[in-house]
């Protein structure tokens, strides 16, 4: 007796001009490479691409892309995935509005369809009210911009791809292909999400998140009332910084420099100093030969075992894994986050608070 199997989910991706080739290209890869365990030859998906109108698009390399249809065809789509884009000043206004033709295309979209965002595709969903109140993400670079711009987006600048049921929304480049495996896995299991990851030679779920290649991820010194005090605590990070002596530094009183301090830099002075002293032990893993007791002890961070620590909960690896990534060495398995097989970390926290009673020694 033959197995009927279901139609393929219809996957639409909308090519927007200035599309990035790579990850426009990503959905038919990933998802046309899934089929289904019963039956090899019946693909489980079937991926459209479609422009605004049905012309061309220029793409980002500087060549331009045919596709078959307009964006009527999104009103067929059970997905709806949208790539980012290096032309988003044509597509938004300073104001974050969208173009009108492109608002009408996502219009068509019928309520329910799942909705995914690569990169910088989340600033159009963001544009159309689709991600108000709910979390998202974007490619580090562009966190920011994205939160400024539409402040009702909860934004995560450090996760790799976040689902949120109906709505997905994916880091940049490589994120999308972690969250197009996400997808597969979610709709039909590990094995044919596995079975795709194997095909394309990547691994199957990634650990970790953006935080591994964000080299500054907090404000750079700039001129104010502290920024004296932040340059000369930056170079002085091997040895303890009490809150007083910064504040002396400062010629301010403990409250006023505290508050200037946050007002200044957004993050309370703890947070700024253990922050500064994680950037310059990946600067010296990057840079440097030495252990990873010495870049402890050189960047006041005490022990190989509280590097190790705060290395793993800011960027979900390890130092010597760390080390091999921006060396182009290869990561064993055991080495890439400390984490049990089969667990993912989905979120990984950037701030550093000083710890309760540790006010003397920042």
């Known amino acids: 007796m033959s197995v009927r199997l279901a139609r393929p989910h219809r996957v639409a991706v909308l090519a927007l001009p200035g599309v990035v080739p790579f990850e426009l290209a990503i959905p038919a890869r990933i998802f046309g490479g899934a089929f289904a365990a019963e039956d ?18 220029q793409t980002s390399d500087g060549y331009t892309i045919n596709v078959q249809y307009d964006a009527s065809v999104l ?89 949120d049921g109906d709505v997905l929304t994916s880091a940049g480049v490589a994120a999308g292909i972690d969250l197009c495996l996400h997808v597969i896995r979610r709709d039909h299991g590990s094995a044919v999400a596995n079975s795709v990851a194997r095909a394309c030679v990547v691994p199957p779920r990634r650990d970790g998140g953006q935080a591994q290649y964000v080299r500054r991820p907090i404000p750079p010194v700039r001129d104010g009332g502290t920024a004296g005090t932040r340059a000369w605590a930056a170079e002085q990070l091997g040895r303890p910084l009490s809150l007083i002596e910064l504040a002396e530094h400062a010629r301010m009183s403990v409250r006023t420099f ?3 301090f946050r007002a200044e830099t957004g993050v309370s002075p703890g947070n700024w100093l253990a922050l500064q002293r994680l950037d310059y032990a990946r600067q010296l893993l990057e840079d440097t030969e030495l252990t990873v007791d010495q870049i402890a002890d050189r960047t006041g961070l005490g022990s190989g075992t509280n590097l190790r620590q705060q290395l793993r909960e800011n960027a979900g690896v390890s130092p010597t894994a760390y080390r091999r990534m921006f060396r182009n060495e290869p990561i064993q398995p055991h080495e890439s986050a400390g984490l049990s097989p089969g667990h993912s970390r989905s979120r990984l926290e950037l701030g550093l608070e000083a710890r309760p009673g540790a006010t003397q020694a920042l």
């Open 258 to 260: 505290t508050r200037r």
């Open 40 to 57: 090899p030859e019946h693909p489980l998906y079937d991926v459209v691409t479609c422009t605004v109108d049905g012309s061309a698009v």
């Open 75 to 163: 009103a067929t789509a059970d997905s709806v995935v949208i790539p980012p884009s290096h032309m988003l000043q044509e597509i938004l206004d300073s104001y974050g509005q969208l173009d009108r033709s492109v608002l009408r295309a996502l219009e068509q979209i019928r309520p329910g369809t799942r909705l995914l965002a690569i990169c910088t595709g989340a600033f159009v969903l963001a544009a159309a009210g689709l991600l108000d109140g709910r979390p998202a993400a974007t490619h580090w670079a562009e966190a920011e911009q994205l939160q400024q711009l539409f402040p009702a987006v909860e934004v995560d600048p450090v996760v790799l791809y976040i689902d």
